[in-house]
């Protein structure tokens, strides 16, 4: 670390927080060893339990009383649930025998135990070892000097583009999966949970966001205006929305599933007539129905073609995204709408 002239740090104080950094940077490579060391060890029990089941008898039963008494014996001294115990060792196996590069790579900490969550959550529907191997070899490089958040992304479309199965014939066989449910919180608070398509619950996320900030800016322009015409006191006083944005988002959703209308917290006249906006990334050959490429939503998750290709002739205007075609990143940005002679052509040939 160099001296700046707003810190004004002394040579004494740069030692110091070098030393602390090159402490850190130690301790992060020393709790990737342990945590290799660990996972190492439960995948070894789970395969002994594995071996003594198949000793005894081939019924899958077996197999898991065996598993699930070892994870009980496991647990026990170490304080947790056997539950959690059979998830480590559920992702020890997965680290161990199906993601070996990424297993080789924390042990030598070339990567860090986030890395390995992130590897493991976008590759973890690839079904073969040969398309796991490929996808490691895509992935790693890029773990090795990015931070996980910045790995996700990419992890998740070289896992797409490598699944032998088209994400359209997989997303036909989870959206049967969709549903609708509450858990009961504390202090008479509800969780409600929804699994939908990514495209819906990105619009819909993009929606509330849009009738928090009119909810806020309605209230504040209220408020001026009264200050402005008086002193803000009286029966028919304006009282300043102090919602946070999460809470007006929250108020929103409520009041939209229960009366159809947004502005039932005092949100904004005309709230209706928002149209949600999605950030969609395809690329050329896909829009043009030349090829099948998955198109990212707000540049994260992937969805299949046919639906992106909707999206876009749904539009108003496209910001168009050239990526590179290796690693991704975004090289440049701008800003298309399409003619009106354009949206009458594609409406006759549609």
């Given at each position: ?104 790579a924390l042990k030598e900490t070339r990567i860090f135990r986030g890395h390995v969550s992130v590897i493991l959550d976008a590759g973890a529907h690839l079904p073969d070892a ?106 028919g006083a304006v009282v300043a929305d102090t919602r946070t944005k999460d809470q007006r988002r929250a108020d929103a959703f409520a009041d939209i599933g229960l009366t159809s ?90």
């Amino acid at each position: 670390m160099k001296p700046t002239n707003e810190g004004e740090a002394t040579p004494a104080e740069i030692a110091l927080l070098d030393a602390s950094r090159e402490r850190l940077v130690q301790l992060q490579k020393a709790d990737s060893v342990r945590y290799a060391e660990e996972m190492q060890v439960l995948h070894e029990a789970s395969r002994l339990a594995g071996d003594i089941a198949t000793r005894g008898s081939k019924d899958s039963c077996e197999s898991e009383l065996a598993h699930r008494s070892i994870s009980a014996e496991f647990s026990t001294p170490l304080r947790i649930s056997d539950r959690t115990m059979q998830r480590r060792m559920a992702l020890a196996d997965t680290l161990v025998q199906d993601f070996s590069g990424t297993f080789a790579a924390l042990k030598e900490t070339r990567i860090f135990r986030g890395h390995v969550s992130v590897i493991l959550d976008a590759g973890a529907h690839l079904p073969d070892a040969q398309s796991r191997a490929a996808y490691e070899e895509a992935v790693l490089p890029l773990a090795e000097r990015e931070a996980p958040s910045r790995v996700r992304p990419y992890a998740r479309l070289v896992a797409e583009r490598l699944h032998p199965r088209s994400l359209k014939e997989r997303h036909a066989e989870a959206a049967a999966c969709r549903g609708v449910w509450t858990r009961e919180l504390p202090d008479g608070m509800s969780q409600l949970t929804a699994i939908i398509p990514t495209v819906a619950a990105n619009g819909i996320l993009d929606r509330l966001n849009q009738f928090a900030d009119s909810a806020k800016a309605a209230a504040d322009e209220s408020v001026a205006g009264e200050s402005a015409a008086g002193d803000g006191f009286g029966p028919g006083a304006v009282v300043a929305d102090t919602r946070t944005k999460d809470q007006r988002r929250a108020d929103a959703f409520a009041d939209i599933g229960l009366t159809s209308d947004p502005a039932a917290h005092a949100g904004p006249v005309g709230v209706q007539t928002i149209v949600p906006r999605v950030q969609l990334q395809i690329s050329m050959l896909s829009l043009m129905g030349l090829a099948d490429t998955p198109a990212i939503v707000d540049g994260l998750a992937p969805v299949d073609a046919e639906t992106a290709r909707i999206l876009a002739g749904a539009a108003s205007g496209w910001d168009r995204v050239l990526t590179h075609p290796i690693t991704g990143a975004v090289l440049a940005v701008d800003r298309y709408t399409p003619t009106a002679e354009l949206k009458r052509t594609l409406r006759v040939r549609d």
